[in-house]
């Protein structure tokens, strides 16, 4: 520890800290615009110089390590005249337009040039220009003339992002922000720039010039996207959401948001938005009152659960609902007599179904990703399906952690990787077991009676051997199950194995949750139970009569056709949904409910963190937030225990002496592993759902919408097989699949294992081909 | 004894009698009023009466959307709805000013960066319906062209005070 | 002029024997109320311009030469409004509370002497009759307020009929002092009684001086003027009782207020100020006829109620209530003793 006084004032600090940590741990403010406490030091602003004793000039306090017995003067004459040196400096090319700059209002230099710059400026020769730059619709770069060239953002690209996107060109007064050639800047995290660009160089181009920053109101609120749950501060003027920034919460989101989470809020108010209830009469919509609706609906449901009876009753919700619509919806079709819900639209596998001890989580807190010396992740596209748990992936890499990586798909991830095994879908279980077989030979452990027999009948390849070394040579493993694995068809085989892994390396073992409420739906008890159809069964053997809370059957399950198949052959289907979308087709009732922002509830997130949040404006129109309706139809159903007058009382009812913390568990008890079934013959599908495309508010987001990774989903062949069928990479070709079949452009990929086609679900354009896993055919259009 | 000498003065109702001498003497005063609109009083170059938005002299409209002035506006009066203008450049889509809410404090003419709302010598002019003293941004910006020469000269009488 | 009145009542009673004397009665109450109104109506342009013209300021002079035609701009514009009758309110109520306002100030008129033997009714207890008449006007102002059926108008109604209520009784005990020294109730007796050899000093007010004044102030406060308008108080509380009336209703409410101010400025000219006698009993004022007299003095203390509203700021609540029941009655009270002890000494002239 080091000793040292700032301003007349003693603090010891740990030795290696800077001036301006010190000075922070005092409560002592510095100004200064390059120095951010989550980047790397630049010192390239000159704004903290402060007077440090017997030091002949000032000194940079972001750069200055502590010495003992040093004396810091932060605001001494000496300091303020160099930090209103530095100021005037940065003013003389700073253009004088804070009237229309969206920076105005928040702007650190504006900030302190009231405290450090002068009335008038001394420079009368022509100021610098720097020619704006079109950097995709994320980010606008139009005033690049406001740049004091902090490298904040190009620091941010290389040491959070983990990608290159913005740099510095040229020198001197030529010095300027530059993308790569003609490149955008829409990466999942390249909207943290916007904030920690302390001018107005780096501006929301979604936001640009609509309100002003005094204008907006500040709420709470929390991501309903991805399973990290992140803090959101959700600005709001005249009812409408004008803007979505990070609330900074060290243990979950720390003060980044991903762009996903950022931008979404275009999608609130789309077009597209349901604001009146509908009935579908003679095969025509009607805009009818709530009333009529919801008894439209109840009277439907009343007449199948009567008549076909109960068990023809089928409730499908997206983990995207809050735990009181969950809870509500599975009460709702549980009074009805039926245990036919479930929220795991994606997931194929459900045989760990009955044998899990508890609600599949993270395994750890999410911060504690960042302390892992060993990640085996496995089947997950990471940056792009949770991008800031892939950052912090990243940061626990670049600290010397070694990640392991067993995957269907080589997706950059932006970091250096120790091992990888990319493999067939189909392979990946065989996969994980030589692993697992490896790993216990290393650790000379028995293995367990349930994946003995399965384990001695692979042998270890040399990635595997290289893979298990790896894991056993760490201190602080972490076993991580993605997306991919979860809708895996044999997920439950991958899980029992990776769980063997993990104990045997004395590991966390995880899943990266999919959707906001992947654990809150377990918790809600939107599961079916023993007696209860799953999501794959209910779609499989179709209902007479099914409630969708926030689904949209072709984009939002694991198999499309047949949910559309399902939802065509229904009587009755009663849609909840925000938007109008492609239900039109098949539904009957549409019932208009609330996103996020409308409506009060809970997330639980991978972690199992409890979040409650407020809604942050009044309902769009008509719309309603979805546990209310669902409260209605139960009251109208005579479903007993629908009398709660606020979520909170749902959320008391659903979770109240729950012990959460309690009811994480990953472990399963009774599942014996299965001998790998042979490589089934034919191409494989590989589907990931794109960034853009996870959910129904993002879907509607215009500009995620137009980013690079919104782009018209295309197939992937390796180009090897490609070469094979006799096509060109750029054709476009016929992909199809059990009865289904799509055009797509093709495109040759050398990262795919070979006998793989890689096809992203959750599209329009995919939406006409069968589940998510499985055989495709690819013939010449 | 003061306080009763005082009580007993009061019966006299000495005060009172002050009062209605003083009134009573305006009473023959010569009379001050006006006779507007025959007789009108001078205005001065900073009278703050209607405002209006101006334009340059190309006719490009001067106000950039900072909403510096709704801010200011101590009357909540002022509405401001800005987008980003094909051409690129920050610009109102809606500019509103309630003159029924309006107390004619100067301020928005105070804050604006760019001399963009200004207040007029205009003070005659009536709404005979609610709706009809909500002023728009075109009714604002045709003031504006309608009284430019007056507002010019106003503006660089005032100038050198700045 | 008044030989001509009786040649012509003559000649009625032959030409229609018994119903003359109704028709004659009707003649005589057109002629006192006719002027009357044109009297009120004038009265507020009066108002106006003195009060304008104590604020250095010239009044109305748009309708008409010098503003002559404003008051009957001014009825017009209310006779074409709206009379809005609040929704839950007690309609007949409601319509008949402006005229049981306007009434009594007009009815009060019939004993009012306006010279010499000119009184539509010589009644021998007219100060009673008119104790009687102008008690009644607070009923108008009470029902107006009821019946309006809002908390405001009820409010009020109840401040204003406290006030009227409190001030009646001061009145009272200062005519109580008139009839003692005129030793009768009828009004045209009163007048006779102040009748001397040296003019003006034969008036009640010489001797009844504090009375008087109370009298005048508490006929200030009687009809709720400045600076006793706590009912209205225009400038702070915009109207009491009368918040729910509009047009011609209202219109009734103000009438009775200015037909009252007359009434008090009349029965202040009889009762102190020697109704239609001449100031001196020498050549120039004796030649003109008593009626100017009366209205020459009428016009004096309407113009001095005139001039108090121009002059003095409204009264608080407490402190009206204050002057009306610890000053006022008090003094009354004790002025009644002196005023009968002075009577039985050889030192009362009256």
């Not at chain 1, 997306?483 to 068809?489: G, I, T, V, Y």
């Not at chain 2, 006299?12 to 005063?29: I, N, P, S, V």
Request: with cysteine.
């Amino acid at each position: 520890m080091i000793n040292l006084e700032i301003d007349g004032k003693r603090v010891e600090v740990e030795n290696g800290r800077t001036v301006i940590e010190a000075a922070h741990q005092l409560g002592i403010y510095i100004p200064h615009f390059c120095y951010h406490k989550k980047l790397s030091i630049a010192a390239n602003c000159r704004m903290c110089l402060v007077q440090v004793e017997k030091a002949p000039k000032p000194l940079p306090a972001c750069a200055t390590p502590v010495a003992e017995g040093m004396k810091v003067f932060t605001a001494s004459e000496q300091a303020i005249k160099a930090q209103k040196g530095v100021m005037e400096f940065l003013l003389i090319n700073h253009p004088l337009d804070c009237p229309i700059c969206d920076q105005g209002g928040e702007c650190e230099l504006q900030d302190l040039a009231v405290g450090y710059g002068g009335s008038a400026s001394r420079y009368q020769e022509e100021k610098r220009i720097v020619l704006p730059k079109d950097i995709g619709p994320l980010v606008a770069a139009e005033e690049m003339s406001r740049c004091i060239n902090c490298t904040r953002c190009v620091r941010f690209g290389v040491e959070i992002g983990g990608m290159m996107e913005l740099g510095q060109a040229f020198r001197g007064e030529h010095a300027e922000i530059m993308s790569f050639v003609s490149d955008t800047v829409d990466s999942e995290l390249s909207g943290n720039m916007i904030d920690l660009c302390p001018v107005g160089a780096l501006t929301s181009k979604p936001f640009r010039y609509t309100a002003r920053t005094w204008e907006l109101s500040r709420r709470k609120s929390i991501s309903p996207h991805d399973s990290l749950g992140s803090n959101l501060v959700v600005q709001v003027k005249d009812n409408r959401v004008m803007r979505v920034l990070p609330l900074e919460n060290e243990e979950i989101n720390e003060c980044w948001l991903s762009d996903k989470d950022r931008f979404s809020y275009e999608g609130l108010n789309s077009n597209q938005r349901l604001t009146k209830p509908m009935i579908k009469q003679g095969g025509k919509w009607q805009e009818v009152e709530w009333q009529v609706a919801l008894e439209y609906a109840a009277n439907g449901l009343r007449q199948i659960s009567q008549g076909a009876g109960a068990e023809h009753i089928g409730a499908l919700a997206t983990p995207h609902s809050t735990v009181e619509e969950l809870y509500l919806l599975q009460k709702l079709v549980r009074g009805l007599g039926s245990s036919n819900v479930d929220f795991r639209l994606r997931q194929s596998d459900f045989s760990a179904d009955g044998k899990q001890t508890g609600a599949p989580w993270l395994g750890m807190p999410v911060a504690e990703i960042n302390t892992c010396d060993r990640f085996l992740i496995v089947g997950s596209f990471l940056r792009k399906d949770h991008p800031l748990l892939a950052s912090r992936v990243r940061q626990a890499v670049k600290k010397g952690a070694q990640a392991n990586v067993l995957h269907a798909a080589d997706d950059d991830l932006l970091m250096p990787v120790a091992n990888k095994m990319i493999v067939s879908p189909a392979e990946m279980t065989a996969q994980l077991a030589q692993v697992l077989k490896a790993l216990a030979t290393i650790k000379q452990a028995t293995l367990d009676a349930s994946v003995q027999q399965v384990v001695q009948s692979v042998t270890p390849s040399a990635a595997a051997q290289a893979m298990a070394n790896s894991l056993a040579s760490g201190e602080r493993v972490a076993i991580l199950l993605g997306n991919f694995a979860q809708q895996h068809p044999q997920a439950a085989q991958l899980h029992l194995l990776a769980q063997h892994i993990a104990a045997l390396c004395g590991g966390k073992f995880g899943f990266l949750g999919e959707a906001a409420n992947s654990v809150g739906g377990y918790l809600a008890q939107a599961v079916p139970g023993a007696q209860g159809l799953n999501a794959a069964a209910m779609l499989a053997a179709p209902r007479k009569a099914y409630l969708l809370l926030n689904v949209e059957a072709e984009l939002d399950t694991a198999d499309a056709l047949q949910a559309m198949n399902a939802m065509r052959k229904a009587d009755m289907v009663v849609v909840l949904s925000a938007y109008k979308h492609h239900a039109a087709e098949y539904a009957d009732v549409l019932l208009p409910i609330t996103p996020f922002t409308e409506t009060s509830g809970t997330f639980i997130n991978t972690e199992g963190r409890v979040q409650s949040f407020k809604g942050v404006v009044k309902p769009l129109g008509e719309a309603r937030p979805a546990w209310k309706v669902l409260r209605v139809l139960g009251n109208l159903l005579n479903v007993a225990g629908f009398e709660h007058d606020s979520s909170e009382a749902v959320r008391g009812e659903a979770l109240q002496g729950v012990d959460v913390a309690g009811k994480l568990n990953n472990a399963l008890r009774g599942l014996n592993a299965q001998a790998a079934a042979s490589t089934p013959a034919g191409l494989q599908r590989v589907a990931d759902v794109p960034i853009y495309f996870s959910d129904a508010i993002v879907r509607r987001s215009a500009p995620l919408q137009a980013t690079r990774d919104a782009v018209q989903p295309s197939a992937y062949m390796h180009s090897t097989a490609l070469g094979k069928l006799g096509m060109k990479s750029g054709e476009i070709i016929m992909v199809g699949q059990g009865q289904g079949s799509a055009r797509l452009k093709i495109v040759a990929d050398d990262t795919l294992p070979q006998g793989v086609v890689r096809v992203a679900a959750g599209h329009a354009a995919t939406a006409a081909l069968g589940a998510m896993f499985g055989i495709v055919t690819v013939e010449r259009a | 004894m003061e306080k009763i000498t005082n009580f007993f003065k009061s019966f006299l109702l000495l005060e009172l009698l002050k009062g209605m001498a003083l009134t009573g003497r305006h009473f023959f005063a010569r009379k001050i009023t006006v006779q507007f609109p025959e007789e009108k009083t001078p205005q001065g170059f900073r009278f703050r009466g209607l405002h209006a938005l101006r334009r340059y002299e190309n006719g490009q409209e001067r106000c950039i959307g900072c909403k510096l002035c709704e801010a200011v506006c101590p009357a909540l009066a002022i509405h401001i709805e800005t987008e980003e203008r094909d051409d690129g450049t920050r610009r109102t889509t809606r500019y509103d000013i309630d003159l029924v809410k309006c107390i004619f404090c100067g301020l928005c003419e105070e804050s604006c960066p760019v001399d963009a709302i200004v207040e007029t010598r205009v003070f005659e002019y009536h709404g005979e319906k609610r709706g009809d003293l909500y002023y728009t941004k075109p009714m604002l910006l045709a003031m504006g062209d309608k009284h430019e020469e007056q507002i010019a000269k106003d503006r660089a009488a005032d100038a050198k005070y700045r | 002029m008044m030989e001509l009145l009786q040649t012509l009542e003559l000649a009625g009673q032959n030409l229609l024997g018994a119903a003359w004397l109704p028709l004659w009665t009707l003649v005589k109450i057109v002629a006192i109320v006719a002027p009357l109104m044109i009297g009120v109506a004038y009265l507020t342009l009066a108002e106006r311009k003195v009060i304008g013209y104590m604020q250095v300021r010239i009044g109305p002079n748009r309708v008409g030469y010098f503003g002559l035609l404003q008051p009957i701009a001014d009825g017009l514009k209310l006779m074409f409004k709206e009379i809005i009758i609040p929704t839950g309110s007690n309609h007949f109520l409601f319509v008949v509370a402006p005229v049981l306002a306007l009434m009594p100030a007009l009815a009060a008129w019939a004993v009012v002497p306006f010279a010499d033997g000119m009184v539509l009714a010589d009644v021998n207890a007219g100060l009673l009759y008119i104790l009687a008449m102008t008690s009644l006007g607070v009923y108008g102002v009470i029902i107006a307020g009821w019946a309006s059926n809002s908390k405001y108008a009820f409010i009020g109604s109840l401040r204003s009929a406290a006030q009227i209520v409190s001030y009646e009784i001061a009145m009272g005990f200062a005519l109580v002092c008139v009839l003692m020294a005129a030793q009768s109730l009828n009004l045209s007796d009163i007048v006779r009684g102040q009748q001397s050899d040296t003019g003006l000093f034969g008036w009640y007010f010489i001797p009844l001086f504090p009375m008087f004044v109370v009298y005048l102030i508490a006929g200030v406060a009687e009809t709720n003027r400045a600076p006793f308008d706590m009912a209205e108080g225009e400038s702070e509380i915009v109207a009491g009782f009368h918040v729910e009336y509009s047009g011609m209703a209202f219109a009734l409410f103000f009438l009775a207020e200015y037909a009252n101010m007359i009434l008090i400025a009349v029965l202040t000219a009889i009762m102190f100020l020697g109704g239609w006698l001449p100031p001196f009993n020498v050549a120039p004022f004796t030649l003109l006829p008593g009626i100017f007299w009366l209205l020459a003095k009428m016009s004096f203390v309407l113009f001095l109620f005139l001039w108090f509203r121009a002059t003095f700021p409204r009264y608080r609540y407490d402190q009206l209530m204050r002057l009306g029941w610890k000053v006022f009655i008090p003094l009354t009270l004790v002025w009644v003793v002196v005023v009968g002890a002075w009577m039985q000494t050889p030192y009362w002239l009256w």
